[in-house]
């Protein structure tokens, strides 16, 4: 749990393996298993000077999936779901603060960084990184 879990502004998404072979890809014994999950909230970016509002957009955090599905599929269908709920919810930017070693892993589903690297304590090496989104849907 984090500091901002239950506040009103706060989405939940998860990402379940429907059955033994997910995205096409065979994970035995995973069928109805919760793989990743990740938290939106309504957070302005104060790490660095963005292009966007703050009522522009939303912050992806705690994002993360089971290392055995990793590369499979789950981490790119939590951000497609995260996008999906930023332009639902007239938003158009998904921002976070990407730990160094998912930097390719945003980079590759067209995140931006907007700062260089930055230490958190006893987190380690960060960048904010940001996926600008088509317009809200009416």
């Known amino acids: 749990?984090?500091?901002?879990d239950e506040t009103d502004h706060a989405t939940h998404l998860g990402v379940f393996a429907q059955d033994d072979e997910p995205w096409?890809?065979?994970l035995k014994r995973h069928a109805g298993v919760l793989v990743g999950v990740c938290s939106l909230f309504d957070q302005p970016c104060i790490r660095c000077k963005v292009p966007w509002e703050d009522h522009e957009a939303l912050r992806l955090r705690v994002m993360g999936t089971l290392p055995e599905v990793r590369g499979l599929g789950a981490g790119a269908a939590l951000i497609a779901g995260a996008s999906d709920e930023v332009l639902r919810r007239?938003?158009?930017?998904l921002w976070c603060d990407a730990r160094e070693v998912a930097f390719g892993f945003?980079?590759?589903?067209?995140?931006?960084?907007?700062n260089e690297?930055?230490?958190l304590p006893d987190v380690g090496p960060h960048?904010?990184?940001a996926l600008v989104l088509s317009s809200p849907r009416n």
């Open 90 to 93: 007239g938003k158009t930017v």
């Open 127 to 129: 960048r904010t990184m």
């Open 106 to 114: 945003y980079e590759r589903l067209g995140f931006d960084f907007m």
């Open 24 to 26: 096409g890809v065979s």
């Open 117 to 119: 690297v930055y230490e």
């Open 1 to 4: 749990m984090i500091d901002l």
